[in-house]
């Protein structure tokens, strides 16, 4: 008995759509990354470690108030910007990659965990490569955002050395 299958069937696999014998699409991938909390917290602690330095020190008592409130304001607006950061990534088979609405090319020395993306991408401007990196934790999309941001990026960032674990 032989069996019969219909000529166009589509399957669904893993946001991976299929039609025939053709290549898979994969769909549109459209995220914003909040602030995270892990990131803020670490960034906390170290700039109070900093500033615990600076008050242990054997330096005299003016030096050690210029340097506690060179820490302090740093801590303070470097927590200001983290709060304040959204970064909106999206990514299509047809146009790449864009982060915040520009059009970039993810590096390879981005490394990928499952607690943090450590992202390096290049924006174009004026026939000049800017780098910039991002610090994407687990925290600052939801679970099933950031595991679909880790696939992609391990599958179509090309990989040098071993940066991907």
Same mark, same amino acid.
């Given at each position: 008995?032989?069996?019969?299958?219909? !000529?166009?069937?589509?399957?669904?696999?893993?946001?991976?759509?299929? %039609? &025939?014998?053709? =290549?898979?699409?994969?769909?549109?991938?459209?995220?914003t990354?909040? %602030?995270?909390?892990?990131?803020?917290?670490?960034t #906390?602690? /170290?700039?109070?470690?900093?500033?615990?330095?600076?008050?242990?020190?054997?330096?005299?008592?003016?030096? =050690?108030?210029?340097?506690?409130?060179?820490?302090?304001?740093n801590?303070?607006?470097?927590?200001?910007?983290? $709060? /304040?950061? $959204? #970064?909106?990534?999206?990514?299509? !088979?047809?146009?790449?990659?864009?982060?915040?609405? $520009?059009?970039?090319?993810?590096?390879?020395?981005?490394?990928?965990?499952?607690?943090?993306?450590?992202?390096?991408? /290049?924006?174009? &401007?004026n =026939?000049?490569a800017?780098?910039?990196?991002?610090?994407?934790c687990?925290?600052?999309?939801? =679970?099933d955002?950031?595991?679909?941001l880790?696939?992609? #990026?391990?599958?179509?960032v090309?990989?040098?050395?071993s940066?991907? !674990?």
């Amino acid at each position: 008995m032989a069996c019969s299958y219909p !000529t166009k069937l589509n399957f669904l696999f893993l946001g991976q759509i299929m %039609a &025939n014998d053709s =290549k898979p699409m994969e769909a549109d991938l459209r995220l914003t990354a909040q %602030a995270s909390q892990w990131l803020i917290g670490i960034t #906390l602690l /170290a700039h109070l470690l900093a500033l615990l330095a600076c008050a242990a020190n054997a330096l005299p008592l003016a030096v =050690k108030i210029v340097m506690v409130s060179t820490v302090a304001g740093n801590g303070w607006a470097v927590v200001r910007y983290l $709060q /304040a950061q $959204q #970064l909106a990534i999206t990514h299509s !088979t047809r146009s790449g990659w864009a982060v915040n609405g $520009q059009a970039v090319t993810v590096l390879a020395a981005t490394t990928v965990s499952q607690f943090a993306i450590f992202l390096q991408f /290049a924006v174009q &401007n004026n =026939k000049r490569a800017a780098r910039h990196s991002a610090i994407i934790c687990g925290d600052a999309l939801d =679970k099933d955002d950031f595991r679909q941001l880790l696939a992609r #990026l391990k599958t179509t960032v090309p990989e040098q050395g071993s940066t991907f !674990t």
